[in-house]
Nanobody
Framework: QVQLVESGGGLVQAGGSLRLSCAASGRTFSSFAMGWFRQAPGKEREFVAA????????YYTDSVKGRFTISRDDAKNTVYLQMNSLKPEDTAVYYC???????????????WGQGTRVTVSS
């Protein structure tokens, strides 16, 4: 069993930055890939970024490429999402998740955090 606790969401103006954190416990953190997803009002949950078990490979959806950075700190059992140059269309609830493989698909992740809300004003 894996537990994920997220933090770092909030209200920010367009062009600003936020850093989301997700702390994991219950299993060996270094053995799992990590991903970030988001869900905007009235829309389905969508892929944002992922990082493989070693931290060497990262993946991003096109809309955030060059603005967001995913990273992990195995010593702290924590994954981060640094979000820069935020836009109103980034407004959503952001979720972290863990699974065996870094993937674009939500059904390939086994455990999910509670979500943290990000609101970007114009």
């Amino acid at each position: 069993q894996v537990q994920l606790v997220e933090s770092g969401g909030g209200l920010v103006q367009a062009g600003g930055s936020l850093r989301l954190s997700c702390a994991a416990s219950g299993r060996t953190f270094s053995s799992f890939a990590m991903g970030w997803f988001r869900q905007a009002p009235g829309k389905e949950r969508e892929f944002v970024a992922a990082i493989n078990w070693s931290g060497v490979k990262t993946y991003y959806t096109d809309s955030v490429k060059g603005r967001f950075t995913i990273s992990r700190d195995d010593a702290k059992n924590t994954v981060y999402l640094q979000m820069n140059s935020l836009k109103p269309e980034d407004t959503a609830v952001y979720y972290c998740a863990t699974g065996r493989i870094a993937s674009y698909y939500v059904n390939e992740y086994d455990y999910w955090g509670q979500g943290t809300r990000v609101t970007v004003s114009s």
